[in-house]
DNA sequence: GACGTCAATCAGAAAT
DNA sequence: ATTTCTGATTGACGTC
């Protein structure tokens, strides 16, 4: 069955003329993969939306510029089917969703020419084409962005939590700065005395013997350090 | 000015 | 009955 499908579509995989040989070879992955579904799914427990009515083209109508392209683009006037005055929405079926979506992940907008080949292999309105795109599009970007509110929320998440510790850990360690610098500098000059920059210590007089006074070089170099 | 795209919105129909 | 999905409309804007 697939070798048939090939040997069937062959030519039309390799049509230059046609724009990105969209529609055609489209179609022909669609019956390849309607044929794998029937082959590997189970008959039963089917998606329940499959069962939806498939309608087929329903023509738009419509007093907008927009609409007035259509009938640029097709050449007729193409309303739609009234019942009671009730719009007749369109149901794509599930051969058109498909080669849509193939078309789309390929690429996101469309030419005119493209527009009309696919509209055609797919026995719909340009406009209808075009207007699945445009909201395929916007659809899509709006996804997006739920995705991206909800990567940014968590990076804000994490940093928030980040700071919070960070300030934490500053917060502590002001804490044991200020309880233990004074013993520190005590330590460093037990008969300095007086701190030669704060006098924050002891009144003690300077030992000139060779270590004290590295020591208090040494402490006074790094002076602003401790009480920076 | 014609045309294409987008954002906002409406509305019909299916799903829950 | 309400929600969700999705085809369609409208008006604004940019580009040529």
Known sequence: MAI?????????????????????????????????EQEMEP???????????????VSLFS???????DIDDSGEENRGDLKGGARKKLKLTKKQSFVL????????????????????SLNLQPR?????????????????????????KKCYEALTSDNMRLKREIHQLKETKSRVLPELLYKQFPAAGTCPSCDRIGTA??????????????????HSHFFS
């Open 4 to 36: 048939k499908l090939l040997q069937n579509h062959d030519c039309d995989l390799d049509d230059e003329d046609s724009p990105r040989t969209i529609g055609i070879s489209l179609e022909w992955q669609w019956e390849m993969k309607t044929y794998l």
């Open 43 to 57: 008959r039963d427990g089917e998606d329940r939306r499959c069962h939806v009515k498939e309608l087929g083209t």
């Open 63 to 69: 007093n907008s510029t927009s609409a007035k392209r």
């Open 101 to 120: 979506e193939e078309s789309f992940k390929q690429h996101s907008t469309l030419n005119p020419k493209e527009k009309q080949t696919l509209a055609k």
């Open 128 to 152: 209808q084409v075009e207007i699945w795109f445009q909201n395929r599009r916007a659809r899509t970007k709006l996804k997006q962005n739920e995705v991206d509110c909800a990567l940014l």
């Open 205 to 222: 007089s300077i030992d000139t013997t060779k270590t004290s006074k590295t020591l208090l070089v040494r402490a006074t170099k790094s």
